[in-house]
């Protein structure tokens, strides 16, 4: 059974940064896509940022020049540096990757770290 551990959430101040980390352990062959995701209270969630096996990025544009993502494959681990941090950052973090195991290649989600920016 694969598995998605998040941390590094927290309270920050406006302006601020944090760095999420997330750990994917289990019988894993290979990780495909790793991504970032966010909720934020009453809204669905939504995509934060994405990269490839190869290191390919993609960010939405709300975060774009603010936040870096990056993944070690030797650990099987995706990071999010998020600098520049508004209250409108604040929500739910969610990990998420395409994994390929010994059984089957399937989409998998940590269980959320908390952000929260205020003004």
């Known amino acids: 059974q694969v598995q998605l551990v998040e941390s590094g959430g927290g309270l920050v101040q406006a302006g601020g940064s944090l760095r999420l980390s997330c750990a994917a352990s289990g019988r894993i062959l290979w990780i495909n896509d790793m991504g970032w995701y966010r909720q934020a209270p009453g809204k669905q969630r939504e995509l934060v940022a994405t990269i490839t096996g190869g290191g390919s990025s993609k960010y939405a544009d709300s975060v774009k020049g603010r936040f870096t993502i990056s993944r070690d494959n030797a650990k099987n681990t995706v990071y999010l540096q998020m600098n520049s941090l508004k209250p409108e950052d604040t929500a739910v973090y969610y990990c998420?990757?395409?994994?390929?195991?010994?059984?089957?290649?399937?989409?998998?989600w940590g269980q959320g770290t908390q952000v929260t920016v205020s003004s």
């Open positions: 998420n990757a395409d994994v390929t195991d010994f059984s089957r290649r399937g989409d998998y």
